[in-house]
């Protein structure tokens, strides 16, 4: 057995529980079952790489497993606690991609995808606002700079397999695609409870996590040079 199955079996196990619990709606046990999912993604980049990982990846992992544990505590800054520290997940994944991929040349026919992303997302951007103003009026530059955040990591992902095309690069759509999702319909959620809202959220945030590992893992193998 690959060093890789048994954390990658309990991320399975993970996933399918926290579905289940998301259908029965037991909320404690769904956030429980998320925050094993982070140690198994870990763990499954972990040993698919060798077992060799550096701090910029150790941070991440942790700060994505924090912002599940805010969720946990349920008090009443973790959505702001939580989103901080995934805003941090995002620009270091931005680091880390610009790292890998020091120049992104795009042709002016490879614009308009990207273009289209950010437009999507700033207008995504400007609901949620409306949608959070009342409510959390004090937190909205943090919800500003989360979107744009997140804008320019979704350029960056998405120019990069624009301009390559490569598997790497295909690993990065997925994975802010998925952060998107994920980070939209929560949001959407919060504001009117639906429990399809709830499982695509879920669904997306744990596949957005497989995909960074896979991304990890794989760029580690191929010696990208840092």
Known sequence: MKASRP??????IAFFFTIVFDILQYEYLTVCMKSIVIPSVFFYFYSSNNFKINRNQILIYLLCFTGEVFHIMDVE????????CFLFVYLMLIKTIVWDYERIRLKKSDMLPPILVIMLIVYLLCSVLSLQFDKMNEFQFLYLLYGVV???LGFICYANYITRGSYLTLLLTLMITCFIISD????FNKSSYSLVL?????????????????????SGRKGIKR
């Open 184 to 187: 939209m319909f929560y949001i």
């Open 7 to 12: 954390s990658l079996i309990l991320y399975s």
């Open 77 to 84: 800054i973790s959505e702001q606690g939580s989103m901080i």
């Open 198 to 218: 709830t499982l695509i959220c879920d669904v997306t945030q744990i596949l957005a996590y497989f995909f960074m590992s896979k991304y990890f893992a794989v």
């Open 150 to 152: 997140l804008s320019i």
